[in-house]
């Protein structure tokens, strides 16, 4: 099947994910079109498509006014298929980035659920241990209310398929694999307990511990397997945050018209190469094709032959009008959720990542923090950031979930226009100090330790102005 990040496919995907997994072995139904739409919070189309499709690939016949039935799973041993191994590098590399970044987000998760949670009766999960630990996770994101954080999850799911778990039962067996995932469910749901009972610091400990156990235990089968991808012959993981029509495009033109109003881009200067902006921006070159293609039409730029794109208008701000679409609340409440994304995982990925910093990198970490504009220095300090976790980070997952974050907070260019009353953030110069001392220092833990002040910095400022512009949703963040 084709990939596609439309809401209808990511529905799809996770359903057949949850077949293969064997959620619906044990007698329990399959669920209803309204429970489909509910669940995954999308209208009675879509939902009536990706039932159809599922039942289109044959692993479902719908009755009409009876229960869809299973036909059939996807895989009926999937680390014996082509597509594990096609996958298999990239699984391996997921695995470790799940490790790494997993305990963050739960804890995040953990921090924003109302007391009595897991006491409430309608998250009385039912069904095997496994789909229980699935929906205890899927329920502690969905109270976020962040989509892109449920979107990443639902992609993971998707991608892994039922991988892990058959990977437990080949290293365990089936009996021992069934006490392994319910120990891990009662010791999650103990996480939730302890955090909610003021044991903050013992949860936060306790899901790492848990993270390591079960992902550590699937990287013993990585570890000691001949089988690999092949060259060039892999299949790579992919997210796409915002499930629906991503115009990669129309974002990166409005982010080059904000540099060049700032005057970072000069009248008569040229356009890096398509080559560094498609490195820039991690997009592929025909997309910074059509990119410079919309810019030229609108005055801005002037492509000559063998010079490249020339700068000859900045358009003023009037030009984003012409851009709406990314005024739009829903692109600004996109651009709030990237930041708290990028809460919920850095900690754990800087650190991994820190060592891999290159002497130039830094340095231009130290110039960004010290500038005296507090607003430019901390947009400075992220964005210099999260491009040396793109290009530095061993881990393909990570660099995948980091280019796309990067992609995201392009939806925030068209704040740069908005005029405030103070270029000052109330301890910014704190945290600058901090910043500056743990690159000269080399020291990783300050470093993730000011950078998540850096974002909270963001984040903070971010929702405040959205908040005073009256768009719908800014506030329900936290």
Not at 54 to 68: D, P, Q
Not at 247 to 261: E, G, L, Q, V
């Amino acid at each position: 099947m084709t990939h596609s990040n439309s809401q209808e496919h990511t529905i799809y995907r996770d359903l057949r994910a949850q077949i293969q997994m064997g959620f619906f072995d044990y007698g329990e139904p399959f669920p209803t079109l309204m429970e489909i739409a509910r669940q995954y919070g999308v209208s009675y189309c879509p939902a009536q498509r990706a039932l159809k499709m599922l039942e289109k690939s044959g692993f479902v016949k719908i009755y009409h006014k009876k229960a869809t039935v299973i036909t059939r799973k996807p895989y009926t041993d999937y680390l014996q298929s082509t597509a594990f191994r096609e996958r298999i590098d990239a699984l391996a590399d997921m695995n470790k980035t799940m490790e790494l970044i997993s305990p963050s987000a739960c804890f995040f998760s953990l921090s924003h659920l109302d007391k009595g949670f897991f006491q409430n009766s309608e998250y009385e999960w039912k069904g095997n241990t496994v789909k229980q630990l699935y929906s205890s996770y899927l329920e502690t994101i969905k109270t976020l209310g962040n989509q892109m954080l449920l979107s990443f999850y639902y992609d993971i799911i998707s991608f892994a398929d039922s991988a892990f778990l058959d990977i437990l039962y080949a290293l365990l067996g089936e009996r021992e694999t069934e006490l392994f995932m319910q120990n891990i469910l009662a010791e999650f749901r103990q996480c939730a307990a302890d955090y909610q009972s003021g044991h903050i610091d013992s949860a936060q400990q306790h899901l790492g511990v848990l993270s390591e156990r079960f992902h550590g235990k699937i990287g013993e089968y990585f570890r000691n397997t001949d089988l690999h991808s092949g060259e060039g012959s892999g299949v790579s993981f992919t997210w796409e945050p915002s499930k629906g029509r991503n115009r990669y495009f129309d974002m990166i033109a409005t982010d080059i018209i904000c540099k060049i109003n700032q005057g970072r881009y000069q009248l008569g200067g040229f356009l890096p190469s398509y080559e560094k902006l498609s490195f820039i921006y991690h997009v592929s070159v025909s997309t910074i094709r059509r990119t410079v293609s919309i810019l030229n039409k609108l005055g801005i730029l002037q492509t000559i032959n063998g010079k490249g794109s020339q700068v000859v208008s900045n358009g003023g701000p009037q030009l984003l009008q012409k851009f709406s679409e990314f005024t739009l609340d829903a692109n600004l409440i996109s651009f709030l959720e990237s930041m708290q994304v990028l809460d919920a995982f850095s900690g754990p990925v800087i650190k991994y990542t820190f060592p891999y910093f290159a002497g130039d990198d830094l340095n231009h970490i130290c110039k960004g923090a010290r500038q005296k504009d507090h607003k430019k220095a901390l947009e400075t300090v992220l964005s210099n950031t999260l491009q040396v976790i793109v290009n530095q980070c061993p881990l393909n997952t990570v660099k995948e979930i980091y280019s796309k974050i990067t992609l995201q907070m392009l939806n925030g260019s068209i704040l740069r226009f908005v005029k405030t009353e103070s270029r000052q953030i109330p301890g910014w110069r704190k945290i600058a100090d901090s910043i500056v001392q743990s690159c000269e220092n080399r020291n990783a833990a300050q470093f993730a330790d000011s950078f998540h002040d850096v974002v909270q910095a963001a984040f903070i400022l971010t929702k405040q102005l959205l908040s005073d512009s009256g768009i719908a949703g800014a506030g329900d963040l936290e």
